[in-house]
């Protein structure tokens, strides 16, 4: 039978959360807004909507959000051209693929943004669909891209692994009911990932390559 290995990406494959970070910021600031960086940080990987709702709250003006979304999306826009994967990302994936598995990207990124990334990532082979921002109604925690991710593949839960670097990644694999692999290059603390459902946690995608026999991925 067929196994999935599913993937985020900001974060996990491509070194971003930071510049996320930067861009919200600076895009809250334009609007006149204070958001800690810290905050920023820790919403990462929540849809452009969640991490809105999630930092400013649902009494905030609402007709700014699509302002704040566009202003982010123009400053990170900045970025697309130079992207950094993380170490062995491609090789991650190629790797995978020889093994036998079928690999996914699950991302919130959608457009000229998925676009960059994958480009940054550079393993298009290896990679055999992506469930974005486009085909789902509900982004991450929701279980929906992930589950997406799966139907795309063609894999039941069961025969999956959802490798992610936030909280919120753990948390759409669980209850998508797929085991969970943690990487610390996005930023966010082993004990939060674990307690956020992950079965495994490495330091990036280099980590993972190096540990593959002994990790939820082992095997084809």
């Given at each position: 039978?067929?196994?999935?290995?599913?993937?985020?990406?900001?974060?996990?494959?491509?070194?971003?959360?930071?510049?996320?970070?930067?861009?919200?910021?600076?895009?809250?600031?334009?609007?006149?807004?204070?958001?800690?960086?810290?905050?920023?940080?820790?919403?990462?990987?929540?849809?452009?909507?969640?991490?809105?709702?999630?930092?400013?709250?649902?009494?905030?003006?609402?007709?700014?959000?699509?302002?704040?979304?566009?202003?982010?999306?123009?400053?990170?826009?900045?970025?697309?051209?130079?992207?950094?994967?993380?170490?062995?990302a491609a090789a991650l994936l190629r790797?995978?693929?020889?093994?036998?598995?079928?690999?996914?990207?699950?991302?919130?990124?959608?457009?000229?943004?998925?676009?960059?990334?994958?480009?940054?990532?550079?393993?298009?082979?290896?990679?055999?669909?992506?469930?974005?921002?486009?085909?789902?109604?509900?982004?991450?925690?929701?279980?929906?891209?992930?589950?997406?991710?799966?139907?795309?593949?063609?894999?039941?839960?069961?025969?999956?692994?959802?490798v992610g670097d936030t909280v919120w990644?753990?948390?759409?694999?669980?209850?998508?009911?797929?085991?969970?692999?943690?990487?610390?290059?996005?930023?966010?603390?082993?004990?939060?990932?674990?307690?956020?459902?992950?079965?495994?946690?490495?330091?990036?995608?280099?980590?993972?390559?190096?540990?593959?026999?002994?990790?939820?991925?082992?095997?084809?």
């Open positions: 039978m067929e196994r999935a290995a599913v993937f985020d990406v900001d974060g996990t494959l491509v070194d971003t959360n930071h510049l996320h970070v930067t861009t919200w910021w600076e895009a809250f600031r334009q609007a006149g807004h204070r958001v800690p960086m810290h905050a920023v940080h820790r919403a990462v990987g929540l849809g452009s909507d969640d991490l809105i709702a999630h930092l400013l709250g649902e009494d905030r003006d609402k007709d700014e959000d699509a302002g704040l979304s566009a202003a982010h999306k123009a400053l990170y826009g900045q970025y697309f051209g130079r992207l950094p994967p993380m170490a062995d790797r995978l693929h020889d093994d036998g598995w079928t690999v996914v990207l699950a991302t919130s990124a959608s457009g000229a943004e998925l676009s960059a990334l994958r480009r940054a990532i550079d393993a298009d082979e290896a990679i055999t669909a992506t469930a974005s921002a486009d085909d789902v109604t509900e982004g991450k925690p929701a279980p929906e891209p992930v589950e997406h991710a799966l139907e795309l593949a063609g894999v039941p839960a069961e025969r999956a692994v959802f990644d753990m948390r759409a694999g669980r209850r998508a009911g797929v085991r969970c692999v943690g990487v610390l290059c996005g930023g966010i603390p082993r004990a939060d990932l674990v307690a956020a459902g992950a079965e495994a946690v490495y330091d990036d995608p280099a980590g993972l390559l190096a540990s593959l026999k002994e990790s939820p991925l082992a095997g084809g």
